[in-house]
């Protein structure tokens, strides 16, 4: 029978067998695009969701990361004096919106720093707290805060050049009044020619900012 029919309509046949065996590549192939897009779609998906999260990654981290030091608690957690606030602003700009530099922060402008010290590419800091300030007799205070000269001496030689770290900064560095300060010790503790670091290693948008204990004398 196979072979009769064969003979009878074998024109027929053929056609039929050809039609089957294009529509049998063309779904094939259309099962393959399909396959493909999917594939596609699923890799593009998968990229996106990487860059999502390695957006959040970064979106996460703080400039509060990488202080040290049992004062770093003092400052606030949020706002233009905190750590993520003080990254964006230039040191001088910094240092007047943290609570524990007030008394710094006027010295600065009364010798007119300020601008000298935000224009600065890059440099570290050892910032004396309000209450460092307090230790000097107040009479002995007022003195030097009219004294242009002599203020201008003490505030830059707390003032080093280059952005330094805690591994960089250790060691003996000359300051921008010409003369030397000694730090020692790591980040479980460290001094500048005795004074504590209180919290250190604080990032501001040109400058490393060490909060110290006592205000350094040239």
């Given at each position: 029978?196979?072979?009769?029919?064969?003979?009878?309509?074998?024109?027929?046949?053929?056609?039929?067998?050809?039609?089957?065996?294009?529509?049998?590549?063309?779904?094939?192939?259309?099962?393959?695009a399909?396959?493909?897009?999917?594939?596609?779609?699923?890799?593009?998906?998968?990229e996106?969701?990487?860059?999502?999260?390695?957006?959040?990654?970064?979106?996460?981290?703080?400039?509060?990361?990488?202080?040290?030091?049992?004062?770093?608690?003092a400052?606030?957690?949020?706002?233009?004096?905190?750590f993520?606030?003080?990254?964006?602003?230039?040191?001088?700009?910094?240092?007047?919106?943290?609570?524990?530099?007030?008394?710094?922060?006027?010295?600065?402008?009364?010798?007119?720093?300020?601008?000298?010290?935000?224009?600065?590419?890059?440099?570290?800091?050892?910032?004396?707290?309000?209450?460092?300030?307090?230790?000097?007799?107040?009479?002995?205070?007022?003195?030097?805060l009219?004294?242009?000269?002599?203020?201008?001496?003490?505030?830059?030689?707390?003032?080093?050049?280059?952005?330094?770290?805690p591994?960089?900064?250790?060691?003996?560095?000359?300051?921008?009044?010409?003369?030397?300060?000694?730090?020692?010790?790591?980040?479980?503790?460290?001094?500048?020619?005795?004074?504590?670091?209180l919290?250190?290693?604080?990032?501001?948008?040109?400058?490393t900012?060490?909060?110290?204990?006592?205000?350094?004398?040239?």
């Open positions: 029978m196979k072979r009769t029919t064969l003979r009878l309509s074998g024109g027929l046949a053929v056609a039929v067998l050809t039609m089957g065996g294009l529509a049998a590549c063309g779904s094939e192939s259309t099962d393959n399909a396959s493909d897009t999917e594939t596609s779609a699923s890799a593009t998906e998968s996106s969701m990487d860059s999502m999260e390695s957006e959040d990654t970064t979106t996460e981290a703080s400039a509060g990361d990488q202080v040290f030091g049992p004062a770093c608690s400052v606030p957690t949020d706002g233009a004096g905190s993520d606030g003080m990254v964006s602003d230039p040191v001088a700009t910094a240092a007047s919106n943290n609570p524990l530099l007030g008394t710094l922060v006027s010295a600065v402008q009364a010798a007119d720093l300020v601008d000298t010290l935000n224009g600065a590419d890059a440099l570290t800091v050892f910032a004396p707290t309000d209450d460092a300030f307090a230790e000097i007799p107040k009479k002995t205070l007022n003195a030097v009219k004294d242009k000269d002599t203020l201008t001496a003490i505030l830059t030689h707390h003032v080093v050049a280059g952005q330094m770290d591994d960089q900064i250790v060691g003996d560095q000359e300051t921008l009044n010409g003369d030397m300060v000694t730090v020692e010790g790591d980040t479980d503790g460290m001094t500048v020619d005795g004074a504590n670091v919290c250190g290693n604080i990032p501001t948008a040109n400058a900012v060490y909060v110290i204990d006592q205000v350094l004398m040239p």
